[in-house]
């Protein structure tokens, strides 16, 4: 696609200036009260920082209105406190059951998130595996350039009282991938079976909500994977390749 760094600072720069309405709504899934406003989006990374983290497999960065992904949380701001309030809270109830449950979806990809529930059968053909990886690759690289861009460190490495019942994952914390892969795939598989998107879309977002249980991922980073899927969607629905193969898979609903 043309015009790859060009259009991405663009609107990257865009987005410290312009109203980010779709984030209220996200958070009031985990929790109540006035969000701040986001703070101004940091400088974006270098041409060479940017090419490398735009290899997915259907899109590149190049034309993605990142704006649907505000900036992170300031650090001690009211969104930040409410993060950890949550995490705490989560922290103080979850149960071993649960902490299992989000153990069980470390890794991130098809059948991790919908191998069970899946419209194709268990386990899935090789051709949506195939497929699956595809999209995958390209939420990768879009929650890596992110995560590049803001830098905010995992809650356990920001507060020492944040006790994981996970692994202490390395790398940064927003947006989470786990949360924007589950949902971009939830929302591939609503479009192929749409009888079913409410069963779809509530294991995504219970496989982001294990993030925040497990204590590797504030609220706001699941909110912001969230923001990120719906924007990837948007932009695959438009690439005639992705078009074809999802029409490919159709054959082998069950």
């Known amino acids: 696609m043309p015009n790859l760094f060009?259009?991405?600072?663009?609107s990257l720069s865009l987005a410290a200036l312009l109203p980010l309405p779709g984030r209220a709504g996200a958070l009031n899934e985990l929790y109540n009260g006035a969000p701040a406003a986001p703070p101004p989006l940091p400088a974006a990374p270098q041409a060479a920082d940017l090419r490398a983290a735009?290899?997915?497999?259907?899109?590149?960065?190049?034309?993605?209105?990142?704006?649907a992904v505000p900036a992170a949380p300031a650090d001690g701001s009211y969104e930040d406190r409410e993060?950890?309030?949550?995490?705490?809270?989560?922290?103080?109830?979850?149960?071993?059951?649960?902490?299992?449950?989000?153990?069980?979806?470390m890794s991130h990809n098809y059948e991790v998130?919908?191998?069970k529930i899946g419209p194709f059968g268990?386990?899935?053909?090789?051709?949506?595996?195939?497929?699956?990886?595809?999209?995958g690759e390209d939420s990768v690289a879009a929650h890596k350039y992110l995560k590049d861009a803001y830098k905010r460190e995992r809650p356990f490495v920001?507060?020492?009282?944040?006790?994981?019942?996970?692994?202490?994952?390395a790398g940064l914390s927003y947006p989470s991938?786990?949360?924007?892969?589950?949902r971009l795939f939830a929302l591939i598989l609503s479009d192929l079976v749409p009888a079913r998107r409410a069963e779809f879309m509530a294991k995504a977002d219970e496989s982001a909500l294990f993030r925040v249980i497990g204590g590797v991922h504030h609220p706001s980073d699941t909110a912001a994977g969230k923001a990120l899927a719906d924007a990837l969607?948007?932009?695959?629905k438009r690439e005639p390749a992705f078009a074809s193969d999802l029409r490919a898979l159709k054959p082998l609903l069950r």
């Open 122 to 135: 268990s386990p899935a053909p090789a051709a949506v595996k195939e497929f699956f990886k595809n999209v």
């Open 177 to 182: 991938g786990h949360s924007a892969m589950a």
């Open 83 to 105: 993060d950890f309030r949550i995490i705490f809270d989560w922290q103080a109830r979850r149960t071993a059951a649960q902490c299992a449950a989000a153990k069980a979806e």
């Open 54 to 67: 735009s290899a997915g497999h259907y899109l590149s960065l190049d034309g993605l209105d990142l704006r």
């Open 113 to 115: 998130f919908f191998g």
């Open 6 to 10: 060009r259009r991405l600072l663009l």
């Open 233 to 236: 969607y948007k932009e695959l």
């Open 158 to 169: 920001r507060d020492p009282r944040v006790k994981p019942c996970l692994p202490r994952v």
